[in-house]
């Protein structure tokens, strides 16, 4: 079974900042398959990269996503008010179909 | 407008039953891959279900054997049949439109996330 592991568990920046989120998986994982969503206090999780770089319908381009194997980074330019927020990678698995989702990463306004 | 729209939460008893409804609007269940995710009090997201377009049903490991998901194209709508609830069950529950581009029997050949999702809906479960 594929374990994603995200770091850090927090990331205390400030607007303008720019934030470097880490998703390990425990072995290799196709990037077609790998996954970001960006999810805020009260809100359902908002889909922002999928096949591991590729953004979302909507998406600003200050989000991009990276990596291919077991490492992968979703990376925010420079930081917005309104980007603070929990941040989960998932992967898609086949054999049994199985979706993984890391424990996420919380960027807060330091 | 694209919507899915959770119902049927609430509170029930452990070893009880509660159906969870996805009512879908913008698009078509049947032909897409939806899934279910839940959320525990504080916790990250767990993905609970799937039910392929060629009607394939898939199950996490903690709701194997208690939790059913169907649809019912008429109504285009997701549904959730949990039995044999537990207090580990306690979650907002999400349905989620599963994007992909396959033949619906297998994972799909093009994955583009979950890329809709319903505002959720909360199960506890207390005596």
Known sequence: EIVLTQSPGTLSLSPGERATLSCRASQSVSSSYLAWYQQKPGQAPRLLIYGASSRATGIPDRFSGSGSGTDFTLTISRLEPEDFAVYYCQQYGSSPPKWTFGQGTKVEIK | ?127
């Open chain 2, 1 to 127: 407008e694209v919507q899915l729209v959770e119902s049927g939460g609430g509170l029930v008893q452990p070893g009880g039953s509660l159906r969870l409804s996805c009512a879908a609007s913008g698009f078509t269940v049947s032909s897409n891959y939806m899934s279910w995710v839940r959320q525990a009090p504080g916790k990250g997201l767990e993905w609970v279900s799937v039910i392929y377009s060629g009607g394939s049903t898939y199950y996490a490991d903690s709701v194997k054997g208690r939790f059913t998901i169907s649809r019912d194209n008429s109504k285009n709508t997701l549904y959730l049949q949990m039995n044999s609830l537990r207090a580990e069950d306690t979650a907002v529950y999400y349905c989620a439109r599963d994007l992909g581009v396959g033949d619906g029997y297998n994972r799909p050949y093009y994955y583009y996330g979950m890329d809709v999702w319903g505002q959720g809906t909360t199960v506890t479960v207390s005596s």
